[in-house]
């Protein structure tokens, strides 16, 4: 019979131009947040992360933005590259140890010639 | 330091068959934890360890899942007996208690037929 997966949602873009992926999170005890990159065949490799105190932290061609009023995160990448074709996770830890990191359910990036 | 290694890469079985899935963490990395991904529910948390402890199973699927780390530098994910509904990769990853970045292993890619 025919199976329902998952659904990831899609952002095609243009080499070279920036990108923009969103997460919504609902757990407002975090202390931090974190961006996770997944290629194909691969385990998710960390991109960034912020902590919870700040509103915006830049990394190389990469901007994370936290907006706690609206509980948002988002990652910009700047001048998309072929390399940077992925699914992008953001996650977010719990637990009394404050290490359990729970992932979202991630944002396919496709990126066109 | 390799990275987190895990074993077997591919692992096809039929179903009853007791499967066991191995990791190594990074050396100095006191938290593993054990994941699960598939299309329909993306990327779950298993398990995982501080100090070589189970602090959170809840994610366990059912008591044909089992997990032990008998020291530091190894941990088992064990499933017997095995389904096919168990088909997924699975991941290892660790870290250090105080620190923001999980890595992850390049996965177990488990069929059940």
């Known amino acids: 019979g025919e199976s329902v997966g998952l659904h990831l949602p899609t952002l095609s873009v243009q080499e070279g131009d920036n990108s923009i992926i969103n997460c919504a999170y609902s757990n407002s005890a975090s202390d931090y947040f974190i961006w996770y990159k997944q290629e194909s065949g691969k385990g998710p490799q960390f991109i960034i992360d912020?902590?919870?105190?700040?509103d915006k932290r830049q990394g190389q061609r990469v901007t994370v933005l936290l907006n706690k009023t609206v509980k948002h995160l988002s990652l910009q990448i700047a001048a998309t590259q072929p390399g940077d074709s992925a699914v992008y996770f953001c996650a977010a830890p719990s637990g009394a140890a404050g290490n359990k990191l729970t992932f979202g359910g991630g944002t396919r990036v496709l990126v066109k010639p | 330091d390799a990275g987190v290694i895990q074993s077997p890469r591919h692992e096809v079985t039929e179903m009853g068959q007791e499967v066991t899935l191995r990791c190594k963490p990074i050396s100095g990395h006191n938290s593993l934890f054990w994941y699960r991904q598939t299309m329909m529910r993306g990327l779950e948390l298993l398990i995982y360890?501080?100090?070589?402890?189970?602090?959170?199973d809840s994610g366990m699927p059912e008591d044909r899942f089992s997990a032990k780390m008998p020291n530091a530098s190894f941990s088992t994910l064990k499933i017997q007996p095995s389904e096919p509904r168990d088909s997924a990769v699975y991941f290892c990853?660790?870290?250090?208690?105080?620190?923001?970045?999980?890595?992850f292993g390049q996965g177990t890619r488990l069929t059940v037929v």
């Open positions: 912020i902590r919870s105190n700040m």
């Open positions: 360890f501080n100090n070589n402890v189970p602090i959170d």
């Open positions: 990853a660790s870290s250090t208690m105080g620190g923001t970045e999980a890595f």
